[in-house]
């Protein structure tokens, strides 16, 4: 079974940086793409970034390009989201998201962690 | 800047059958944007219901299906319940690895 859990949410200032984190478990980690969606207070979900199984290839929001970096560590089974120059609208539930194939079919989701911008 | 459309709200009756939609605001959709629909209560993590335009995900009830019709996607529940009272999200993967949501239909049973 897929579980995916994440943390690394937490306060931080306009222009800040955090390191989100999504431990995996339940399948080969290598094999699969991961995504990062996000959803602010009251809104939609937000596709935000997607890494292939390899890590080789990357695509993102325009409304984070630049300023996220999504990464992974195969030796960890650990997806990752570097979010930098924080600015309020980032503000949002992040979750981490199982692919089922290259770079569609998102299938399953974690819990979510908390990304608060204010001053 | 591609735009992801779903009607904002829809209301069925308990028992009912209701089509939700998912289209984009130039084009259409085809299998190839590799639609899916996701389930979501207020407090609580989306939940997969369809991917590959008309996969169900593990543990999903037969009442969902996903479909292709004319120029959209589709999520249709047959035999509506109280607990499908939820919002309902669609995703196409537009360009590449690129993927967009729709803004989400509030389906209520009533």
């Known amino acids: 079974e897929v579980q995916l859990l994440e943390s690394g949410g937490g306060l931080v200032q306009p222009g800040g940086s955090l390191r989100l984190s999504c431990a995996a478990s339940?399948?080969?980690?290598?094999?699969?793409?991961m995504s990062w969606v996000r959803q602010a207070p009251g809104k939609g979900l937000e596709w935000v970034s997607v890494i292939s199984g390899d890590a080789v290839t990357t695509y993102y929001a325009d409304s984070v390009k630049g300023r996220f970096t999504i990464s992974r560590d195969s030796s960890k089974n650990t997806l990752y989201l570097q979010v930098n120059s924080l600015r309020a609208e980032d503000t949002a539930i992040y979750y981490c998201?199982?692919?089922?194939?290259?770079?569609?079919?998102?299938?399953?989701w974690g819990q979510g962690t908390t990304v608060t911008v204010s001053s | 800047q591609t735009v992801v459309t779903q009607e904002p709200s829809f209301s069925v009756s308990p028992g009912g059958t209701v089509t939700l939609t998912c289209g984009l605001s130039?084009?259409?959709?085809?299998?190839?944007?590799?639609p899916s629909w996701y389930q979501q209560t207020p407090g609580q993590a989306p939940r997969t219901l369809i991917y590959n335009t008309d996969t169900r995900s593990s543990g999903v009830p037969g009442r969902f299906s996903g479909s292709i019709l004319g120029n959209k996607a589709a999520l249709t529940i047959t035999g509506a319940q109280a607990d499908d009272e939820s919002y309902y999200y669609c995703v196409l993967c537009v360009d590449g690895g690129i993927s967009v949501f729709g803004g989400g239909t509030k389906l209520t049973v009533l």
């Open positions: 998201v199982w692919l089922r194939f290259h770079y569609h079919g998102m299938d399953v």
């Open positions: 130039s084009g259409s959709v085809s299998a190839s944007y590799y």
């Open positions: 339940g399948f080969t980690f290598s094999t699969y793409a």
